[in-house]
């Protein structure tokens, strides 16, 4: 079979495949999560998929470095590396979606459990989207074709997603005069400046994952503790990591005065910040105890933009469960506009509107709930108001609206 770029050039082809593969290799651990007792064959064969997938992600890291070190034009010995991945990526897919609907047919544990098949019916249609993907690509255009490829990508074998020591994160304070909120953001004065003087600018590529501001376990039964410590730990530091190179890249371009590779890393600048941004607002708008109705100046706000709390939150409860594959329900104030509006964020980035300054975020990527409410978003939704810290929300919302741009 003859496999095609279509109108997405090589760079872009590889970006997709290594999340593709990322999120191949989570599921295998969500299967295992969700299925304790599931037989030592069919446990050791996730973990064996684990491996394979971190090495095809890992493969795709080192020609996308390739890429990037070469330039423009692409070797035909690259062209052909980039194929031979790209032909292995879609095979492996084909064949775990095979062994997932054997699982289904053979496992106890999995037959005997509907939501458990339901999770396992959501990963081979993720898979299989992903697979669909590439397909719709060759509409467009169509690269040489190869001999088939002689071996498999290669790359370093994943380590083990196993629990880190069951330590607590705690608020952390600067040692400084100036009196810092729950929430680490500092006191924001009204001259619209989220931070003090005594904060001083991130340098490029200095990001840093910001601790989160209660114990792991402090949002249970609502969210879990082994799902915040995964989510902060792992996703959110991968973002992090992702951001500081971006940005370290994009210097080196302006020193050189090269911006062949712009692109790329422009675009891995906008998904990593997004993702770090976003989860930054997201752990502090969530508290112990939380949740209930609006109170203060955000809850006349939303009165006004919305007509009632209950209609405010149907409509952003409704966005989250709609958002297409992993992404945001985001809470906005407009300076343009002068009012709240509800978006819908796909990825971090995707669908993003601008000139907007979010107030209240929501997670709805699969690692956010799929350990406790396996496929179910609309129960992690729900569950999720209980948590809301709207003491944090009015701190963003006293700031933000002192912003207003001229309406149009």
């Keep these: ?109 999995v037959k005997s459990n509907p939501v458990v098949k339901t999770v396992v019916m959501h990963i081979i249609r993720e898979s299989e989207y992903f ?45 400084s005069d100036e009196e810092l909120t729950a929430t680490q953001e500092g006191t924001w004065s009204s001259d619209i400046r989220p931070t003090t003087p005594a904060l001083k600018p991130v340098p490029i590529g200095g990001h840093q994952l910001p601790s989160l501001p209660y114990a792991y376990n402090a949002l249970e039964p609502h969210i879990d503790a082994e799902t915040m410590r995964l989510h902060h730990d792992k996703h959110h530091k991968s973002y992090v990591d992702g951001l500081n190179k971006a940005e370290t890249m994009l210097a080196k371009a302006r020193e050189s005065g090269d911006f062949a590779l712009v692109k790329h890393w422009e675009r891995e600048a906008a998904f990593n910040g997004a993702g770090h941004y976003l989860h930054t607002i997201f752990w502090n708008v969530m508290k112990p105890g939380g949740g209930g109705p609006a109170s203060g100046a955000i809850a006349a706000e939303i009165k006004k933009s919305f007509g009632s709390f209950e209609a405010f939150k149907k409509h952003y409860s409704a966005a989250a469960d709609k958002v297409e594959g992993g992404g945001w329900a985001i809470l906005v104030w407009s300076p343009r506009s002068h009012r709240l509006e509800i978006l819908q964020a796909e990825k971090h980035q995707n669908l993003s509107q601008w000139d907007v300054i979010p107030l209240l975020v929501l997670d709805v990527w699969e690692h956010a709930y799929y350990l406790k409410y396996k496929n179910e978003r609309s129960k992690y939704i729900e569950a999720w108001w209980n948590t809301v810290n709207w003491d944090h929300v009015n701190e963003r919302f006293s700031a933000a609206r002192m912003l207003r741009w001229l309406p149009y």
């Design 1 to 109: 079979m003859l496999y095609v770029y279509g109108g997405l050039m090589p760079l872009r082809i590889l970006e997709e495949i290594r999340f593709w593969k990322t999120q191949e290799k989570e599921h295998t651990l969500v299967i295992r999560e969700l299925v304790p007792t599931l037989e030592p064959q069919f446990a050791l064969l996730m973990q064996q998929w684990e491996s394979v997938f971190a090495q095809t992600e890992a493969a795709s890291g080192q020609l996308i470095e390739a890429v990037i070190r070469l330039g423009a034009p692409i070797s035909p010995l690259l062209s052909a590396q980039i194929h031979e991945l790209l032909y292995f990526s879609i095979r492996q897919s084909n064949e775990f979606v095979s062994q997932l609907f054997a699982i289904m047919e053979q496992s106890q544990p």
């Design 131 to 175: 697979i669909g993907v590439l397909h719709a690509a060759s509409a467009a255009g169509s690269m040489n074709e190869y001999e088939r490829p002689r071996e498999t990508a290669a790359g370093e074998n994943a380590p083990e997603l196993t629990p880190e020591a069951d330590e607590k994160a705690y608020i952390h304070r600067l040692s």
